[in-house]
């Protein structure tokens, strides 16, 4: 199925469902592209509250066998768009007196599950690890204005993307599903800068340490 149909057929399952929703190509490597993306949110829905940053570009490469320009493409895409998009948002959310920016990470950032990740995961770890700097940087500064900003770690999570890696036939058991994320990204969406910002929180802590 190309991306075109996936979005079309997420599309018509939201609407199906009583939401409203639209589809919108975006490079998210590409300043343009990002401002585009949320001049056509505001413009279809008048408002924007919540930013959720989880597209991430293929990153997976040993350090002997990458190069400057897989490196630097891995920057472009899940480092620099946290930036452009968090500067693109911020008047929108203002405007309505707030909001709340989810950044999806991994427990790959941290430096105790280095023992743990499998071989090629360098510049994934990185870029992870800038995601959750940045946003417990963002936070203050985010603060008074009323935008919340908090980095979520979903655990080992069974997608398009981890199937293409690992084959259909890997043990996928213990491997958490997209839908079992929702209700903890859901929580963070409706947080605001003064109850709860700049926090890296896990999926599985949900209910529990956090909440």
Known sequence: MTSRARSTTTVRAIEDAGGAAIAVR??????DDI??????????????????NNAMSPTQALL????????????????????????????????VGGGSIVNM??????????????PGYLVYSVAKAALER????????LAPLGIAINALRPGAVKTEMTTLEYGEDHDWSGWNTPESVVPAAAALAVKRAGEFTGRIVDVAGYGKSWE
């Open 26 to 31: 975006c490079d998210i490597g590409d300043e």
């Open 35 to 52: 401002h585009h993306l949320v001049d056509a949110t505001v413009a279809q829905f008048g408002r924007l509250d919540v930013l959720l």
């Open 64 to 95: 002997a066998d990458s190069t400057v320009g897989e490196w630097d493409e891995s920057m472009r895409v899940n480092v620099r768009s946290l930036y452009v998009f968090t500067k693109a948002v911020t008047p929108h959310m203002v405007a």
């Open 105 to 118: 990470s991994s427990h790959g950032a941290a430096h105790e599950t280095t023992p743990f990740m499998p």
């Open 134 to 141: 940045f946003s417990s940087a963002a936070a203050p500064e």
